[in-house]
Antibody
Framework: EVQLVESGGGLVQPGGSLRLSCVAS????????MSWVRQAPGKGLEWVAN????????YHVDSVKGRFPISRDNAKNSLFLQMNSLRAEDTAVYYC??????????????????WGQGTLVTVSS | QSVLTQPPSVSAAPGQKVTISCSGS????????VSWYQQLPGTAPKLLIY???KRPSGIPDRFSGSKSGTSATLGITGLQTGDEADYYC???????????FGGGTKLTVL
């Protein structure tokens, strides 16, 4: 059974940092792209970042580029999101998801077939 | 403002059929596959449809997907009260180099 378990959320002041983790089980973690998706309270889904199976390719939404680097440790079946310079508008539930797909020269193709339960990040003074 | 446009809400009676539209452009839906996600209240999203019209194992055939040009549609037949949820379309946007989602559609089964 595929399981994705996020942790690391919490309350942080504006300008602060948090590191989210996602531990995967039930599949060969190193064989899949992985994603982070967030959902602000009462709002819709917003994709945050993707990382290739071996970590060699990464994509981020413009609003977090340079602030939220995505990374992974295949030896530990773990996905990470280092969240720096946090802003109030980053307040959301952050979901880890397994991504099916690929990127080629002209474009990428992804869908998210398994999701974790999410971890809440609240940015407030 | 989402890149993909969905109606905020739809409703229908139990047993009836409903469709949810998702409108985009040539940089996203027009040249990429569409997926659909169901989010029941208080839970994480769940994949319903991928590659425009394919259902993952365990998803009943009451759920269907289609795509034409720069728009996609999710169809749900034989509506049940348990189908009340938020539904999101998603795809890759080649101009933004990003996964994009619709704003979500809240389904009410009256």
């Amino acid at each position: 059974e595929v399981q994705l378990v996020e942790s690391g959320g919490g309350l942080v002041q504006p300008g602060g940092s948090l590191r989210l983790s996602c531990v995967a089980s039930g599949f060969t973690f190193s064989g899949y792209w992985m994603s982070w998706v967030r959902q602000a309270p009462g709002k819709g889904l917003e994709w945050v970042a993707n990382i290739k199976e071996d970590g060699s390719e990464k994509y981020h939404v413009d609003s977090v580029k340079g602030r939220f680097p995505i990374s992974r440790d295949n030896a530990k079946n773990s996905l990470f999101l280092q969240m720096n310079s946090l802003r109030a508008e980053d307040t959301a539930v952050y979901y880890c998801a397994r991504a099916r797909g690929y990127c080629r020269t002209a474009s990428c193709y992804f869908y998210l077939d398994y999701w974790g339960q999410g971890t809440l990040v609240t940015v407030s003074s | 403002q989402s890149v993909l446009t969905q109606p905020p809400s739809v409703s229908a009676a139990p047993g009836q059929k409903v469709t949810i539209s998702c409108s985009g452009s040539s940089s996203n839906i027009g040249n990429n596959y569409v997926s659909w996600y169901q989010q029941l209240p208080g839970t994480a999203p769940k994949l319903l449809i991928y590659d425009n019209n394919k259902r993952p194992s365990g998803i009943p055939d009451r759920f269907s997907g289609s795509k034409s040009g720069t728009s996609a549609t999710l169809g749900i037949t034989g509506l049940q009260t348990g189908d009340e949820a938020d539904y999101y379309c998603g795809t890759w946007d080649s101009t933004l180099s990003a996964v994009v989602f619709g704003g979500g559609t809240k389904l009410t089964v009256l």
